[in-house]
């Protein structure tokens, strides 16, 4: 098993067919398989390959498990998305270990996973796989090489050498931001009326205008997300 972060959570380094479990029963109940398979109303063969793993348990095979077994199809649905879950994973992490010149390898390079980390955007690990899985999780994407074709930032900048994923990075975390701020509809002339108020407001202290901006924001349709500095973005606005 392998640990991951909550200390009471286990990530399991091998997928396991719900066959397996499917075989003990039989076993615990002295059912021989080609019984089985007659109460079942199916073939020997179909059974020996969801024991062996060749052929998944569907619902309709489950409810029919469950008539015979007395065991809840549900079961058998979890035990079997359970499965394929944890063996999509190991398929994916495989393939990322076993590439060194994979894209995602580089692009991780060039992103400073420890700034993340402490700023609590991703989780903290030194492996090089999960960090990737990480860093999808976090832009949202299937693979690292799509940050590029995604995200694209307009803004003053104190220098031409602003690294594309910090700026991905701080976007993606303002519009997660965003997301969770309610606005009223946009409203163009509410935000020319207010505009005198808003440069008042410069002048007061952060603990002060920081929540009138936001609320005056809010009720022109605008949802206003502050954010931490991040290397290699060299933002001015």
Avoid at 36 to 62: D, H, W, Y
Avoid at 115 to 135: A, F, G, P, Q
Wanted: hydrophobic share 40%.
């Amino acid at each position: 098993m392998v640990k991951v972060k909550d200390k009471n959570q286990f990530k399991p380094d091998i997928a396991i067919p719900p066959g397996e479990t499917l075989k003990e029963v039989l076993e615990d109940r002295n059912l021989k398989q080609i019984d089985f398979c007659k109460r079942l109303g199916v073939s020997e063969k179909m059974i020996s390959q969801i024991i062996n793993g060749i052929a998944p348990i569907t619902p309709q095979t489950a409810f029919k498990f469950e008539s015979v077994l007395g065991i809840p199809a549900s079961f058998w649905i979890n035990l079997e998305s359970n499965y394929q879950e944890v063996k999509q994973r190991l398929e994916v992490e495989n393939q990322l270990k076993n590439s060194d010149e994979n894209k995602e390898v580089e692009i991780l390079k060039e992103i400073d996973y420890s700034e993340l980390i402490k700023l609590r955007w991703v989780e903290s690990t030194r492996d090089r796989v999960e960090k990737i899985l990480n860093l999808r999780k976090f832009f949202g994407v299937t693979s690292l090489c799509k940050i590029n074709e995604i995200y694209g930032v307009a803004f003053r900048k104190a220098s031409n050498k602003a690294s594309p994923y910090a700026l991905a990075a701080l976007l993606e975390k303002g519009t997660k931001e965003a997301n969770n701020i309610e606005t009223d509809n946009f409203d163009e002339n509410k935000i020319k009326s207010n505009i005198n108020k808003m440069r008042k407001l410069t002048m007061e202290e952060p603990d002060i205008f920081v929540k009138e901006l936001r609320d005056i924001c809010s009720d022109c349709g605008i949802a206003l997300v502050i954010l931490p500095h991040l290397n290699k973005t060299f933002l001015h606005g």
